[in-house]
C-alpha cells in the first residue's frame, strides 16, 4: 500500500498514489504522459468534485508556470498551463489589457481553470478567451489546436480527458474601468429588473440572501478614466465577513433551522450598505485573499427557464418542510452562449447559482446540496465540472448535445483510458 496521500484543497477528497511529479519543462511533461499508464494533473487542487487525483501517477503543475511570450501586436500572451490566474492577469494589465470575464479566485491555475469551464460574471467562459491550446496527447506527443481544428471546442473544457494542457494562448483585450454600485433589493424588485439590468449594464452580479427576501445586487459600468462619482467604501469590519459566517454557521450541520437566523445577521451587518467604488475588472471585482475554505456547488439553467426556475428553488430553501437550510451569499451570475461541447452555456445564454457551505468538513450533512441539485436537474439545469454533485452518466449524458462526439473523441484520443479517474469513469462511461 502507498503512504503517499493527496488531499484537495478544502480537504475533502484524498487519495493516495505511487508517483508524484512535479515537471517545470515541457519534454520533462512529455516524458512524463509517455511513460505512465494512468495519470491525473492537478493544479490549485480548489475543486470540490473529485476530478483531481484517483491514479497511481499524479503530476502537480504548479512549477510548470511561466510566461512564455507576449505579443504587444495581437495582445496574445502566452502562458505554460500551471501558471496562476493573478500572475496572467496582472501581466496583461501590466501591458494595458485584460480578460474581460474573470471568476471570483484568483489562485487558481489556468490549467485548472481551463478544463473545468471556470468562467465569471456577465462574459464568456475562460477557455473562450484561449486562442491556441498546446497539448500533451495521450502518446506523448504534442499537438496545437487553434480555432481552424474541430476538435478545438472539445478541447476547451476537456477535464483533463483528451490530454495535457502545455502552453496556453489568451486573446487579451484593452483594459478598462469598471464603475460599480453595490445595494441590497427585495428578490422581487430584483427579479422584475433583470432583463433591463442585462441590457444596460456590462456587470450583473446578484448575491442572493435565502430566508431575507433580498439579493445585494452588483450593477457594474465600463467608464472613462476621468469618470466623477462618490466613493461609498465599505465599513471596515467587512472583511470580517467570511469569518463571522463561519462562526455563526459551525453548529449549522447540528441545528440547521439556526441557518435561517445566522442568514438575518448575516444579512444586517454585510449587506445592507451601499457601495459605490471603481477600478479595472480585476482589482474591483475578484477576491484576493480566503482565509477559510468551503465546498461549493454550482448550477447553471438557460436564461430563459431561470425566473420559473428561481420561483421553485427559494420556495424549496425557504420552506420549513425540509433541512435545506442554505447558507449565503448564492452567487448570481450571467454567461453568454459558447460552443464549448462541455461547457454549461453550449448554444445559450445561462445563468448560474452557486451554492456554499462553509462547514466543508460537515459538508456531507449539507442537504441543501441534494435539494438544489434536485430543483435544477428538475429544470434541465448542468453541474458546474469542478464543483460538488452526484449525478453521474444517466443525468448526464442527457444535459449535453456533443456529449457523444465527446465521448467518441475521447475514445479516440485516449484509447487506453490513461487520463480518466474512478469518479470521471462514471460521469463519462455507460
Ligand atoms: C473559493 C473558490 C472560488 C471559486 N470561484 C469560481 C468562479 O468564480 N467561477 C468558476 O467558474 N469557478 C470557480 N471556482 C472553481 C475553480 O475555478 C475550479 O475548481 C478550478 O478548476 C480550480 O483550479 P485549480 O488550479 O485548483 O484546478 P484543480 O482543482 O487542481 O484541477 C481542476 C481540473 O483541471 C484539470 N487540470 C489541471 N491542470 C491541467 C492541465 N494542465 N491540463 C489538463 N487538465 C488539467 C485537473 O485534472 C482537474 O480535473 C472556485 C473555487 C473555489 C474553491
Known sequence: MSQHKWISWNGNKTHSYQNLYTPTKELELQEIVKKNTSIRVFGGRFSSSDINAGTDTLIDITQYNKIVNINKETKEITVQAGITLKELIETAQQNGWCIPCLPDINSITIGGALATATHGTNGFILSKYVSKFRMILADGSIKEFTDTDFETDAIRVSLGLLGVFSEITFQCEANYKLHLVEQPMKDIAWTKKLDNYLKTHDFVRILWLPHTNHGYVILGNKVSEGFKFTLKKAPKYHKHRRATSKILYK??????????????????????ATKEHAGSLYDATVTKKRGQTMELAEWTIPYTKFQTLFADLKAMLESTSNRAYVHVPMDIRFIKKDNAWLSYACSEDVVTVGCVCRNSEKAHTYEAFEKVEEVFLKHGGK?????HFKATYPQLSKLYSKWDAFEILREKMDPNQKFINAYLTQLFIK
Open 383 to 387: 453541474p458546474h465540472w469542478a464543483k
Open 251 to 272: 453548529y449549522t450541520h447540528i441545528f440547521p433551522r439556526f441557518t435561517a437566523t445566522a442568514n438575518k445577521i448575516l444579512y444586517r451587518l454585510f449587506f445592507t
